[in-house]
């Protein structure tokens, strides 16, 4: 198989999958959930940090996560070993559950309601790792954490997928968000690094973004790397002076960014430093999953 639905821990086919048109994700986006990829067919790549983040998403609205992590790699384990694909795409959602009284406050006694997808990793265009991407900055700003943290990866994602719709209309592959003080925060899918001078820097988490795993395992590679970097606020025009520009995500690994509305960043081509950290990120994954 290619593709498989799990609810509940139970194995569906993907064209009977069905979940309620009641549960509170498909009415308020009322969910949690995390993308994680699993090299090699098998291999789920730091679950445990995937893990670690949907607890806390988890926390964050009041939600229990009605599994373990060790639940969980098993069940994938079982999931994994019935595809015939290469690597493959997890997403684990968790909703609250079906609640059919149409109030925005949850009641009690409400049972969470888990679906994982299989399917196989988007694989994105060779040109888009030679060429990089062209990024529109985009009218739509990033939620205030004070009102939906960006940094709970819910099922509401509707600020970003307004933001795109936009960065498309404009011809562009992707949006980048700014907060209410004109700081970068990130792409819709993706962290957002920028190097001047030799430096690498990325938004901090409080500008307004989600803190990507693959984000952090960069950050964490940068330091023992010994690259010079910092997690600091980015201002629009100095994001706009960068000499590179890369994101990163668990789908995308590192990507370049070559051209922002339309204008070229430094030479417009994909940078010595970017070029040097997508071979360091690949080098580290075949280090962990050996």
Avoid: W
């Amino acid at each position: 198989m290619s593709r498989l639905v799990s609810i509940d821990f139970k194995i569906v086919p993907s064209e009977k999958a069905v979940v309620s048109v009641m549960d509170r994700s498909f009415l308020y986006g009322d969910s949690i959930y995390e993308a994680v990829r699993a090299y090699q067919g098998t291999k789920p790549f730091l679950l445990d940090r995937h893990y670690a983040r949907l607890l806390r998403s988890a926390d964050r609205i009041g939600l229990h996560v009605p599994f373990s992590e060790k639940d969980l790699r098993s069940h994938l384990d079982e999931l994994l070993s019935q595809v015939d694909h290469g690597d493959s795409y997890v997403r684990i959602v968790v909703t609250r559950g079906i609640d059919d009284r149409f109030d925005v406050a949850p009641h009690e006694g409400l049972k969470p309601l888990t679906v994982i997808f299989v399917n196989p990793v988007h694989q994105y265009a060779k040109s888009l790792y030679e060429d990089g991407l062209n990024v529109a900055l985009v009218s739509v700003r990033r939620n205030l954490p004070s009102a939906v943290d960006p940094n709970i990866k819910t099922g509401n994602y509707m600020n970003n997928v307004i933001a795109k719709i936009e960065a498309q209309s404009r011809g562009a592959n992707d949006a980048i968000m700014l907060n209410h003080e004109d700081c970068v925060t990130e792409c819709t899918t993706s962290n957002l690094f920028v190097v001047k001078d030799g430096v690498v820097m990325t938004p901090e988490v409080r500008s307004g973004l989600l803190e990507g795993v693959s984000r952090r395992l960069l950050l964490d590679l940068l330091k023992r790397e010994d690259i010079p970097f910092r997690e600091t606020l980015i201002s629009k025009e100095s994001f706009l002076q960068s000499d590179e520009i890369f994101v990163t995500s668990t789908t995308k690994e590192i990507m370049p960014v070559t051209m922002v509305d339309d204008r070229p960043v430094g030479s417009g081509k994909p940078g010595e430093m970017t070029q040097k950290l997508m071979g360091l990120f690949h080098e580290e994954v075949c280090r962990l999953l050996s």
